[in-house]
């Protein structure tokens, strides 16, 4: 793998992870393109584990603030809960770290059974990838048309965090973004749209985390390649600035206009990837 290429997967991960266009899918249609056959699958991982780091760095910047109160939270709530004031009730850091964890549950039955190795098959058919961005662009359409709650992270109850976390598994498959169908999860479970992207990325740290996890046993027994630091380190700089950017973007969009032009978009490459799939 070149520095080029490495810097074309950096952008459409750092961009396609944040905004709600689906990273998987694009970048198995960039792999389809390049052609995956000439990246071998201990590179392919190490990669992969470098670039969700790397966008994972992104989202702690942007949201250190909420951040910082999570982890805070978590001992407070420890200390709670070993002490028996857990009746004094939740403050927000500690409230919000308990609807992170409802919202990651949904994702541990389909880790367990393998979920991702599953639907891993797609990624190699580009006209199904096309299929689903095609549905994706649909669902941010709806999501752009559905109600605009009034409902904040501050004021909301824990519960409310299980709707976006159930649509997050939906997520999984290439071509499905991620941030699009949990940001219409929590606008169905009534959150503003502001705070319905909020939650979405704070909701992926966990799932970024997880999914490192499973592949570090793998990625530490075969290695970093020989000769990729160089492309691997600029793909993950490439991979953190394009993710900054695509976070204040898709906050800005969400609080001043709507996700219109990204489901043109998912339309768009969806129907141009079922031709090309269909000529070529």
Known sequence: MGIIEAAV?????????????????????????????????????????LLHLATLLAVCIVYRSDILKLIKGFFTLAAKLFTGRIKQGLDFGE????????ATLPLVPAALLGADESVGFI????????????ING?????????????????????????????TQVIGLLPGISRSGITITGGLLAGFKREDAV?????????????????????FFAS??????????????????????????????????????????????IGAAAIIADAII
């Open 123 to 134: 990624s190699s058919v580009s006209w199904v990838i096309g299929v689903l961005l095609i």
């Open 9 to 49: 997967y950096g952008l459409i991960q750092g961009i396609a992870e944040f905004l709600p266009i689906s990273s998987s899918g694009h970048l198995a249609l960039a792999q389809n393109l390049f052609g995956a056959e000439n990246i071998d699958s201990d590179t392919y991982l190490a990669f992969n584990v």
């Open 198 to 218: 909020r939650l979405s990325f704070l909701m992926s740290i966990p799932a970024i985390l997880g999914s490192c996890v499973l592949e570090l046993p793998e």
């Open 223 to 268: 290695g970093l390649p020989a000769g990729t630091a160089p492309a691997f380190l600029t793909g993950a700089a490439v991979a953190a600035v394009s993710g900054f950017f695509a976070i204040k973007l898709l906050q800005y969009l969400a609080k001043n206009r709507g996700f219109a032009v990204f489901s043109v978009y998912c339309i768009t």
């Open 138 to 166: 649909a669902v941010l359409w709806i999501s752009d048309r559905l109600s605009r709650g009034a409902l904040i992270l501050e004021g909301s109850r824990i519960p409310k965090a299980l709707i976006p976390g159930l």
């Open 95 to 102: 409230k919000l770290f308990v609807m992170l964890v409802v």
